[in-house]
């Protein structure tokens, strides 16, 4: 089994990290500095308090016979379009694009071909420090596990072998039944989220600013009772406690998260890193609702 990272960031770098340690034939596409020092290091990762290199092949190229079982997108929104064209004439069948977007997957298929996209999202996040070593991790699975589904809804032969690959890695996942709507309600959560980041004063102590708590607590409501009146359901079922949890404990469960652990590095270490893309995403999202609502 062939797999191939294209995007050597965070989410790219554990994926390979992973895959690898659990056997698999890994590389990792990378460019431009990141490129250079894998090239000369290899991809280090921290583990237990240990740094470690995975046993990985890096490429600064992708030839169009260079087939793999699998490709995983592992790029931001605002770099997904340049990825997809230049994936298009290489010969591997699946592309996993493991992107925040709202776009139509037909676009994407319009660009690589039709059935080569299985939608996906990681669950994971940390960070490279600035000795260009790893330090990331898989997020709960009772929050985010990795999540999948072709754009049909249907099973399939290579949602088995991906989720074989997954559970062979250690890598908790799901199966859901429509990804666009489980994307939209990620993007449902997650907006409001870094936008609460924006808008603070002290971005790193967000959550002690009960004004923010309180207004993205709002947002968070506002957002899920919209898509629930839209779809019908919201994807996973979970999503529902931001409809029905009282305003005040949901401040107070954001305050605490935002001050935890979790938050700094999963939630506030994204949210810093990547302004541009989240504010790309919350455009699109509030675009999908006006337009919705129109």
Request: hydrophobic letters at 40%; proline letters at 4%; charged letters at 25%.
């Amino acid at each position: 089994m062939r797999i191939l990272i294209y995007g050597a960031g965070v989410i790219g770098s554990l994926y390979a990290a992973l895959f690898a340690e659990a056997g698999y034939d890994t590389s990792i596409y990378a460019r431009g500095k990141r490129l250079e020092f894998l090239k000369k290091n290899g991809l280090l990762y921290k583990k237990k308090q240990n740094i470690k290199r995975a046993e990985i092949t890096i490429l600064g190229e992708l030839p169009d016979n260079d087939i793999y079982d699998f490709i995983l997108l592992t790029v931001r929104e605002n770099q997904l379009y340049e990825a997809l064209s230049e994936l298009k004439n290489n010969k591997s069948d699946t592309i996993v694009t493991m992107v925040n977007s709202l776009d139509s997957y037909k676009k994407w298929e319009d660009i690589v071909g039709t059935g080569r996209i299985l939608p996906a999202f990681p669950g994971a996040g940390g960070s490279i420090n600035d000795d260009g070593i790893l330090d990331a991790s898989l997020t709960p699975r009772i929050i985010q596990p990795t999540t999948f589904a072709e754009i049909s809804g249907n099973k399939s032969e290579r949602t088995k072998q991906f989720s074989k690959i997954l559970k062979c890695a250690h890598v908790p996942y799901q199966e859901v039944k429509d990804m666009h709507i489980w994307q939209l309600c990620h993007l449902a959560m997650v907006v409001p989220i870094a936008d609460a980041y924006y808008e603070a004063d002290c971005p790193e102590r967000a959550g002690m600013d009960w004004k923010i708590m309180k207004k993205t607590a709002k947002r968070l409501k506002r957002n899920f009772n919209f898509l629930r009146k839209q779809s019908g359901r919201l994807s996973p079922g979970k999503m529902n406690f931001f409809c029905f949890l009282p305003l005040s404990i949901l401040a107070i469960m954001l305050a605490i998260t935002f001050e935890s652990s979790f938050g700094d590095k999963f939630m506030y270490q994204h949210a810093m890193k990547a302004p541009d893309e989240m504010r790309e995403l919350h455009k699109q999202f509030y675009d999908y609702v006006k337009r919705r609502k129109a």
